[in-house]
Structure formats: structure tokens, C-alpha cells
Nanobody
Framework: QVQLVESGGGLVQPGGSLRLSCAASGSIFSINAMGWYRQAPGKERELVAAITNGGSTAYADSVKGRFTISRELRQNRIYLQMNGLKVEDTAVYYC????????????WGQGTQVTVSS
């Protein structure tokens, strides 16, 4: 089993920054990739950023140049640095993991709220 716990959400003004953190525990050797999803009210959950075991990253077009995903292997953590936040970035952000053999992200954290408002 793999457990994911997010932290770092909050309220920020437009143009501000936040850093989300996700701690993985349990059978972390089974993780093939990790990512951040978000879900805004009335919208579908969308992939924001992802990072593989090999260190390759990918981003949604809407956050390219503003968000950066990174990882700290020793602490089994990934981060999402969010700069230049916009009102439309407001959502619940979820950490997710894709285990070896899975065809999609199959482990989810509980989510952390990010609100961008003046």
C-alpha cells in the first residue's frame, strides 16, 4: 500500500506563490510516477504536472512557465512550486501516484485547497 499526504495549500492573492508538498509512505518502491491534479468547482479533475522515476516532467499548458514540479528522493516527497498564481488556479489540488503495472494514477491523497483571490 502507498499513502500520500499533501500540505501547503491556502489563500493567496493573484500573482502570489505557494508551494505544495506531498509525502509518500508505505510501498514507495512500487511507485512509477507521481503527479499533481486539481479540481475546481463544477469542473473535471485535470492533471497539472507529473514527474517520473527517471525525472522526466510534464505540465498542463495552462501552468507551463509558472508551476514547477520537483522531488526529494530521500524524503519521499514531491513538490509543486506555484508562481504567478491566477484566480483560475483556485481548486483542490491532489497528489497522485501511479504504481508499477497500473495504466493510470491509482493512489490519491486527500487534497489541499488552493484559493487565489484578492
Amino acid at each position: 500500500q502507498v499513502q500520500l499526504v499533501e500540505s501547503g495549500g491556502g489563500l493567496v492573492q493573484p500573482g502570489g506563490s505557494l508551494r505544495l508538498s506531498c509525502a509518500a509512505s508505505g510501498s514507495i518502491f512500487s511507485i512509477n510516477a507521481m503527479g499533481w491534479y486539481r479540481q475546481a468547482p463544477g469542473k473535471e479533475r485535470e492533471l497539472v504536472a507529473a514527474i517520473t522515476n527517471g525525472g522526466s516532467t510534464a505540465y498542463a499548458d495552462s501552468v507551463k512557465g509558472r508551476f514547477t514540479i520537483s522531488r526529494e528522493l530521500r524524503q519521499n516527497r514531491i513538490y509543486l512550486q506555484m508562481n504567478g498564481l491566477k484566480v483560475e488556479d483556485t481548486a483542490v489540488y491532489y497528489c497522485a501516484a501511479q504504481r508499477v503495472g497500473a495504466t493510470a494514477y491509482d493512489v490519491w491523497g486527500q487534497g489541499t485547497q488552493v484559493t487565489v483571490s484578492s
